[in-house]
Structure formats: structure tokens, C-alpha cells
Nanobody, 119 residues
């Protein structure tokens, strides 16, 4: 039982930046990994970035490598997604997700935060 709340979305012009935050609460001692996903209009939800809750390993979807950075503040139970050089195709609802075991799927999800990138 982990609750997640995203914030930081908004409207930006192409080439701009946004920083998303995801605050976790509840059974945070059981966290194994955190991730960011997004769902664009008319498209399936897709993986964007992920990190281990303990440790420094990070991973990214190919189309955001070099532009997005996932980071965390364990003391604040918060994960961030720094998004630079935003493109209109980055427009989506961004969701934070939590995994509580190595072999488990992401089972906790935030409510989502809208990111809109205008041309």
C-alpha cells in the first residue's frame, strides 16, 4: 500500500523544461523501484523512466534519453522527472508508479499530471 501524488505538470513551449515531482506515502519502507509513465491522447501508456529506490541504477525510454532525468530524494520519499528540450510529442498525462518487490509489477499509481508542449 503506497500512495503516490504527482505534481509539476503544465503548459510549456517546445524546447522548454518542466520538473515533475512524485511524493510517496504509506508503506514506503517496502519500495523497490519507482517509475514514470505517460499516456498521450489516443495512445497506450508507455514507460518513460525508472530508478531503484535504494541504489543509483536508472533507465530511460529511448526517445527521452539525453533530455529527461529521473532522480530521487529518499529522505523526502520523492522522485522527480526533469524534462528538458520538450517536444510536442511529449504531451501526455504523466504518471508516477511504485514497485514494492523485485519480481512484482508496478502496482501503485498516482493520479497523473498533465504535460502539454505547444509548438
Amino acid at each position: 500500500q503506497v500512495q503516490l501524488v504527482e505534481s509539476g505538470g503544465g503548459l510549456v513551449q517546445a524546447g522548454g523544461s518542466l520538473r515533475l515531482s512524485c511524493a510517496a506515502s504509506g508503506n514506503t519502507l517496502s519500495l523497490y523501484a519507482m517509475g514514470w509513465f505517460r499516456q498521450a491522447p489516443g495512445k497506450e501508456r508507455e514507460f518513460v523512466a525508472g530508478c531503484m529506490w535504494l541504489g543509483s541504477a536508472r533507465s530511460y525510454a529511448e526517445d527521452v534519453k539525453g533530455r529527461f532525468t529521473i532522480s530521487k530524494d529518499n529522505a523526502k520519499n520523492t522522485v522527480y522527472l526533469q524534462m528538458n528540450s520538450l517536444k510536442p510529442e511529449d504531451t501526455a498525462v504523466y504518471y508516477c508508479a511504485a514497485k514494492v518487490a523485485k519480481t512484482a509489477d508496478f502496482t501503485s499509481w498516482g493520479q497523473g499530471t498533465q504535460v502539454t508542449v505547444s509548438a
